[in-house]
DNA sequence: GGGCTACAATTGTGTCGACG
DNA sequence: CGTCGACACAATTGTAGCCC
């Protein structure tokens, strides 16, 4: 027996180690720290959203009454995120509830958790209340905590759920308690996130497809062009390439729309090409764009 | 295949009044 | 402020169908 407790001695040494100190240090700091302070400058009606979040389809589109439940699936991304998911599939509404937390945890100077009415809560989100959206509200909320994301960057791994606990009291005050994931926050560090505004996406409505291309090329400071196919396998679109193709044009006009009612100064345009290539000009085609056509 | 429209079914939404 | 229920109706979606 002599033999196992030198073997679990040396492997406690082993842990306790410099480098794994540090490490617990570090995170004993990051779980002490304010949710507030962790998170990035956000403005009014803009929202950081960590860009591994906007270029893949862990926050896709979902068919109505098609949420599907996955486990380990292989999240289709950009080449420099390895993303996969366990729960059940998430849409662009379950990522504005999660970015309104997000916002809320900056806003109202949360350390751990949040306490909001449902009430106070659709009023951010500028929804109506009434008894059908607090039942979907906080459907989407146990849907963040259930859900569990695996995320590889280049010089980041995260698991985890989006949202730690979610509470509700029914008998008492009945407010929805979140409890934010603090090992989620590295992911907005190194300006690896991407402002969202609200008010767009207000604009977009529940056009879940221009939704999700908002966010999508928000996230690139210079857009590549995609083959429109290559778009559809991104946000998870599970329609047939014709009709995906046309819905494609009408979101990219109401996004268009959107971005001028908020900005009249804005160029943004796109341009599909006749071999089915999105191009995408935040700022208007340049010169040199122009000539190359 | 591609562009587009029409249509019906299904779902989501706003509103309003009531209550404490 | 916060919650609840009922209501009509608005929006979205898939499908079918048209023409090129």
């Known amino acids: 027996m002599a033999k196992i407790d030198d073997k679990i001695q040396e492997f406690k040494k082993h842990l306790v180690t410099k480098e794994q100190r540090i490490k617990a240090e570090e995170e004993a700091k990051l779980l002490g720290t304010a949710m ?7 403005f009014e009606d803009k929202r950081a959203i960590p860009n591994c979040f906007l ?3 862990l926050f896709g589109m ?6 599907a439940l996955v486990k380990d699936e292989p999240i289709f ?3 420099q995120y390895e993303v996969s998911f366990s729960g059940e599939h998430l849409d662009q509404n379950d990522l504005e509830v999660w970015d309104t937390l997000m916002y809320l945890a900056k806003d109202r100077e949360v350390d751990n958790e949040l306490r909001i009415s449902l009430y106070d809560l659709c009023q951010q989100m500028r929804l109506s209340y009434n008894q059908e959206r607090t039942k979907k509200l906080t459907e989407r909320a146990l849907r963040l905590k259930f859900g569990t994301v695996l995320i590889r960057t280049n010089t980041k791994i995260f698991a985890g759920s989006l949202i730690n606990n979610v509470y509700i009291d029914t008998e008492g005050d009945g407010k929805l308690v ?4 603090k090992k989620l926050t590295p992911l907005f560090a190194d300006n690896e996130y991407t402002l969202i505004s609200a008010d767009i996406r207000h604009l977009l409505g529940d056009n879940q497809l221009a939704r999700w291309l908002y966010n999508f090329y928000e996230s690139h ?12 396998k991104l946000c998870r679109s599970d329609n047939n390439s014709k009709d995906f193709k046309y819905k ?16 009249i100064k804005s160029k943004w345009s796109y ?6 290539f999105l191009f995408v000009y935040p700022k208007g085609k340049t010169k040199k764009q122009l000539s190359l056509l």
Do not use: C, H, W
């Not at 507030?36 to 956000?42: C, G, T």
């Not at 400071?221 to 559809?232: G, L």
């Not at 341009?271 to 089915?276: C, D, L, Y």
């Open 77 to 79: 991304t950009m080449s």
């Open 271 to 276: 341009e599909i090409t006749t071999k089915n």
């Open 62 to 67: 979902v068919r109505k009454g098609r949420r």
């Open 221 to 232: 400071a210079k857009p590549i062009p995609f083959a429109i196919d290559f778009i559809q």
């Open 55 to 57: 270029r893949g389809a």
């Open 178 to 181: 979140i409890e934010y994931n």
């Open 248 to 263: 494609l044009k009408a979101s990219l006009e109401l996004i268009k729309k959107a971005k001028l009612a908020v900005n």
């Open 36 to 42: 507030q302070q962790l998170l990035p400058e956000i």
